[in-house]
């Protein structure tokens, strides 16, 4: 068929095989994987860090909790070691000396021996005498003042035993333009028959106490803060990079700057807490004898989340590296999986060309640059009834008896697209029809022609019946094919006309059709199923007015289930509207009634009309659907309304059953209020009657030239506000100008 004069018999059959070709999928599937790797690796290793620094933090909770319960036992164990010494203090010679002669040798004795006691102390502040009134006496300095002691403090240190000192709680003193933190420890002075003789007042730093017990324990790192029981700073106020919430000036209370961290030590005794910038560790402790209520403090402290990110940096660095490398490496190991899957099945693939090229359910030749046929398959000697042997080297023309033309048209297309695709009639084969399907394959070394071919005598004949169908259901009637879902899958020019479709499929009958049908389809599907057809008149909802007969005729499948459904539709006769019975529409009313109400309402004078109002009744409401799921249960208590609204309808009043669930009561020359007290009566009477339950009423009132379809849609309005919560079950909607006439 070419102008190449190579014999392909002596030659391969089968073209070199390509190089490593990547699919779309194959890439696909490779990125998505690496995608996933890298996804995978960044949330592993996210959460690895995160629980590393988490387990630092743990670690650092641990050990500074370790901390403050030894600073908290220190302090309390300084306390009270404070309180023995006050107690030898007052049992000191050179008091007792000063109080049997108070002397001014005696007094300069006392002071003397106070000083030296300061000057060996640090954290002894002050001491000062008061006599049994609480009047201040002596001092070894003026830093505390000259006031006498309350009474109630004189009361609460006298109901003490004789040994017992009582410990005030901390407070502070200006020292130096700062304020200082100390405690006050009080002991009584007796005489030898246990009068009260005087006070002796020792006042105690609480800085100088915590500096005694160990600096280290305090850093800007990881601060150390004592609070009283109502959030007050006494110590620990640094002004280097303070944290936000946290006081940084002795007396501030951490209850107004950081009140989610107080009530999390307000409620437990010890524990931690995670804020957003740091990590806080607390102990409650009690300094000096339980000899009042406000003995207990907070110790407290934190460290922020930047430092422990900080400590953490270099494992993280470690781990990230660790993390790139293993990417790298799982990366590697993913490409190199395709490659040799891609190898492997390209092997495969060319030993299933070779072995398969001849096996497959298409006739299939192989034919040289001659025209010379030089093998065929099993499949093509069976269509062309013939032995494999007879038909290689035969002309590729004799063997199917094509005329010269279109043998050249085929080898020019070739010479050109160097592929064609045809099909053909073999007269001597009983006319069946043949695809073609032809190919030009190979190099300039190797060329050759690869020929597949298929009996499409069936699919022609196919063709042929459905050209027939569609010219036998090309008919005056509207007709459409339709899936038990109501999905239109086939329509004629009629149906397509009739409901002006515009050559659209991708709708659906129930939607169409409206008219409630979706409602019902259910319905209908189980009387076809049972009967086999189904009938009924509905309204047009393309064309308003218009009814039509519809006829529906189900198609079964092997298993005895609906397949498709055949629909008719056909004109009605107006006849039909009059006459209940005679065509059972798919529900015992669906607007059956409404256009003989239009006619009415089209009827009324003007007079009538402007004084009209129409009533919109709702018995399916949302909440009620679970005791109404069943159509059949709906109707029938519909039918129950209708017959009470009937007995007591007035006269010149006309209802309308409209749609399933919804009444229409239209009430010539009634103004709104009116027609509210008859909605109010009808509810009344039907809750009398026990059919109350979930109703609503929606009132609208007639507006000048108005129809009867936006009537109904201003009272289906007001039903919506009744269906709203607060409004109650009657609600009214454009009936302020009504009640204005």
Same mark, same amino acid.
Request: charged residues 20%; contains cysteine; proline residues 3%.
């Given at each position: 068929?070419?102008?190449?004069?190579?014999?392909?018999?002596?030659?391969?059959?089968?073209?070199? *095989?390509?190089?490593?070709?990547?699919?779309?999928?194959?890439?696909?599937?490779?990125?998505?994987?690496?995608?996933?790797?890298?996804?995978?690796?960044?949330?592993?290793?996210?959460?690895?860090?995160?629980?590393?620094?988490?387990?630092?933090?743990?670690?650092?909770?641990?050990?500074?909790?370790?901390?403050?319960?030894?600073?908290?036992?220190?302090?309390?164990?300084?306390?009270?070691?404070?309180?023995?010494?006050?107690?030898?203090?007052?049992?000191?010679?050179?008091?007792?000396?000063?109080?049997?002669?108070?002397?001014?040798?005696?007094?300069?004795?006392?002071?003397?021996?106070?000083?030296?006691?300061?000057?060996?102390?640090?954290?002894?502040?002050?001491?000062?005498?008061?006599?049994?009134?609480?009047?201040?006496?002596?001092?070894?300095?003026?830093?505390?003042?000259?006031?006498?002691?309350?009474?109630?403090?004189?009361?609460?240190?006298?109901?003490?035993?004789?040994?017992?000192?009582?410990?005030?709680? *901390?407070?502070?003193?200006?020292?130096?333009?700062?304020?200082?933190?100390?405690?006050?420890?009080?002991?009584?002075?007796?005489?030898?028959?246990?009068? *009260?003789?005087?006070?002796?007042?020792?006042?105690?730093?609480?800085?100088?106490?915590?500096?005694?017990?160990?600096?280290?324990?305090?850093?800007? &790192?990881?601060?150390?803060?004592?609070?009283?029981?109502?959030?007050?700073?006494?110590?620990?106020?640094?002004?280097?990079?303070?944290?936000?919430?946290?006081? &940084?000036?002795?007396?501030?209370?951490?209850?107004?700057?950081?009140?989610?961290?107080?009530?999390?030590?307000?409620?437990?005794?010890?524990?931690?807490?995670?804020? &957003?910038?740091?990590?806080?560790?607390?102990?409650?402790?009690?300094?000096?004898?339980?000899?009042?209520?406000?003995?207990?403090?907070?110790?407290?402290?934190?460290?922020?989340?930047?430092?422990?990110?900080?400590?953490?940096?270099?494992?993280?660095?470690?781990?990230?590296?660790?993390?790139?490398?293993?990417?790298?490496?799982?990366?590697?190991?993913?490409?190199?999986?395709?490659?040799?899957?891609?190898?492997?099945?390209?092997?495969?693939?060319?030993?299933?060309?070779?072995?398969?090229?001849?096996?497959?359910?298409?006739?299939?030749?192989?034919?040289?640059?001659?025209?010379?046929?030089?093998?065929?398959?099993?499949?093509?000697?069976?269509?062309?009834?013939?032995?494999?042997?007879?038909?290689?080297?035969?002309?590729?023309?004799?063997?199917?008896?094509?005329?010269?033309?279109?043998?050249?048209?085929?080898?020019?297309?070739?010479?050109?697209?160097?592929?064609?695709?045809?099909?053909?009639?073999?007269?001597?084969?009983?006319?069946?029809?043949?695809?073609?399907? *032809?190919?030009?394959?190979?190099?300039?070394?190797?060329?050759?022609?690869?020929?597949?071919?298929?009996?499409?005598?069936?699919?022609?004949?196919?063709?042929?019946?459905?050209?027939?169908?569609?010219?036998?259901?090309?008919?005056?009637?509207?007709?459409?094919?339709?899936?038990?879902?109501?999905?239109?899958?086939?329509?004629?020019?009629?149906?397509?006309?009739?409901?002006?479709?515009?050559?659209?499929?991708?709708?659906?009958?129930?939607?169409?059709?409206?008219?409630?049908?979706?409602?019902?389809?259910?319905?209908?599907?189980?009387?076809?199923?049972?009967?086999?057809?189904?009938?009924?008149?509905?309204?047009?909802?393309?064309?308003?007015?218009?009814?039509?007969?519809?006829?529906?005729?189900?198609?079964?499948?092997?298993?005895?289930?609906?397949?498709?459904?055949?629909?008719?539709?056909?004109?009605?006769?107006?006849?039909?509207?009059?006459?209940?019975?005679?065509?059972?529409?798919?529900?015992?009313?669906?607007?059956?009634?409404?256009?003989?109400?239009?006619?009415?309402?089209?009827?009324?004078?003007?007079?009538?009309?402007?004084?009209?109002?129409?009533?919109?009744?709702?018995?399916?409401?949302?909440?009620?659907?679970?005791?109404?799921? &069943?159509?059949?249960?709906?109707?029938?208590?519909?039918?129950?309304?209708?017959?009470?609204?009937?007995?007591?309808?007035?006269?010149?009043?006309?209802?309308?059953?409209?749609?399933?669930?919804?009444?229409?009561?239209?009430?010539?020359?009634?103004?709104?209020?009116?027609?509210?007290?008859?909605?109010?009566?009808?509810?009344?009477?039907?809750?009398?009657?026990?059919?109350?339950?979930?109703?609503?009423?929606?009132?609208?009132?007639?507006?000048?030239?108005?129809?009867?379809?936006?009537?109904?849609?201003?009272?289906?309005?007001?039903?919506?506000?009744?269906?709203?919560?607060?409004?109650?079950?009657?609600?009214?909607?454009?009936?302020?100008?009504?009640?204005?006439?």
């Amino acid at each position: 068929m070419l102008s190449k004069h190579h014999r392909l018999k002596d030659s391969p059959l089968i073209p070199h *095989i390509r190089g490593v070709q990547w699919s779309r999928q194959r890439l696909l599937a490779m990125v998505s994987q690496l995608c996933m790797l890298v996804i995978t690796v960044v949330l592993i290793a996210n959460v690895v860090v995160t629980l590393g620094e988490r387990k630092f933090q743990q670690e650092w909770a641990v050990q500074r909790y370790s901390e403050l319960q030894t600073v908290g036992t220190l302090l309390a164990d300084k306390v009270s070691f404070q309180q023995f010494r006050t107690q030898m203090f007052a049992r000191s010679e050179q008091l007792r000396h000063y109080l049997q002669n108070p002397g001014e040798q005696e007094l300069d004795r006392l002071l003397s021996s106070w000083d030296t006691m300061k000057q060996n102390i640090p954290e002894l502040m002050d001491i000062a005498l008061y006599d049994a009134g609480g009047k201040f006496k002596q001092a070894s300095s003026p830093r505390f003042g000259a006031a006498p002691l309350p009474k109630s403090l004189l009361k609460q240190v006298n109901t003490l035993s004789d040994n017992d000192i009582y410990t005030s709680a *901390i407070e502070f003193v200006p020292v130096e333009d700062r304020l200082e933190p100390y405690q006050m420890q009080l002991a009584r002075l007796e005489n030898a028959d246990q009068s *009260i003789r005087g006070y002796l007042v020792t006042y105690n730093s609480l800085q100088q106490m915590l500096q005694a017990i160990k600096p280290a324990f305090s850093s800007n &790192d990881s601060p150390l803060l004592l609070l009283d029981d109502q959030g007050q700073l006494y110590a620990g106020a640094s002004n280097l990079d303070p944290l936000p919430g946290i006081p &940084d000036t002795l007396g501030s209370s951490l209850r107004q700057t950081y009140p989610t961290l107080w009530r999390e030590l307000a409620m437990n005794n010890f524990g931690e807490f995670h804020g &957003d910038n740091a990590a806080f560790v607390f102990l409650k402790i009690t300094l000096g004898a339980q000899n009042n209520d406000g003995q207990q403090y907070v110790l407290l402290s934190y460290i922020r989340n930047h430092d422990i990110t900080a400590r953490f940096e270099e494992w993280r660095n470690i781990l990230l590296l660790s993390v790139v490398i293993m990417t790298i490496l799982a990366a590697a190991v993913i490409v190199l999986v395709h490659l040799y899957r891609i190898e492997q099945r390209s092997r495969a693939n060319a030993i299933e060309l070779a072995d398969g090229l001849f096996r497959s359910d298409a006739g299939c030749l192989l034919v040289n640059t001659m025209g010379r046929i030089v093998c065929a398959n099993d499949r093509a000697a069976k269509l062309l009834k013939l032995d494999q042997q007879e038909i290689e080297n035969r002309s590729l023309q004799k063997l199917f008896e094509q005329d010269d033309h279109w043998y050249q048209k085929v080898r020019e297309h070739l010479q050109q697209e160097q592929i064609w695709h045809g099909e053909a009639q073999l007269q001597t084969l009983e006319n069946i029809y043949i695809r073609f399907n *032809i190919r030009v394959s190979g190099d300039q070394d190797y060329t050759f022609v690869l020929i597949t071919f298929d009996d499409i005598s069936e699919l022609k004949q196919a063709r042929q019946e459905a050209h027939l169908n569609q010219l036998l259901s090309d008919s005056s009637v509207a007709t459409a094919l339709l899936t038990p879902s109501g999905q239109l899958v086939k329509v004629n020019d009629s149906f397509n006309h009739l409901l002006r479709l515009d050559g659209c499929l991708h709708k659906s009958l129930l939607n169409l059709l409206q008219n409630d049908f979706e409602n019902q389809w259910q319905r209908i599907l189980k009387l076809v199923s049972m009967h086999g057809h189904w009938q009924g008149q509905i309204l047009n909802g393309e064309r308003r007015g218009e009814c039509l007969q519809t006829t529906l005729k189900g198609c079964l499948d092997e298993e005895g289930e609906l397949e498709y459904l055949i629909c008719t539709l056909e004109q009605a006769g107006a006849s039909h509207w009059g006459h209940k019975g005679e065509q059972m529409p798919y529900r015992s009313a669906v607007m059956n009634e409404l256009p003989d109400l239009e006619r009415y309402f089209e009827a009324m004078n003007d007079a009538d009309k402007s004084h009209s109002c129409l009533l919109l009744l709702d018995i399916n409401p949302e909440d009620m659907l679970s005791h109404l799921s &069943d159509i059949g249960q709906l109707e029938s208590r519909q039918q129950q309304v209708e017959m009470q609204l009937l007995r007591d309808l007035p006269r010149g009043y006309q209802m309308s059953n409209w749609q399933l669930g919804r009444i229409v009561i239209l009430l010539p020359n009634t103004d709104s209020t009116t027609a509210h007290h008859y909605a109010k009566n009808s509810l009344d009477s039907l809750s009398h009657n026990g059919l109350s339950d979930g109703i609503c009423i929606g009132i609208a009132a007639y507006c000048q030239g108005q129809t009867l379809e936006k009537f109904l849609a201003n009272s289906e309005v007001a039903l919506k506000r009744a269906k709203q919560s607060g409004y109650g079950s009657i609600c009214q909607a454009y009936t302020a100008d009504a009640n204005s006439l």
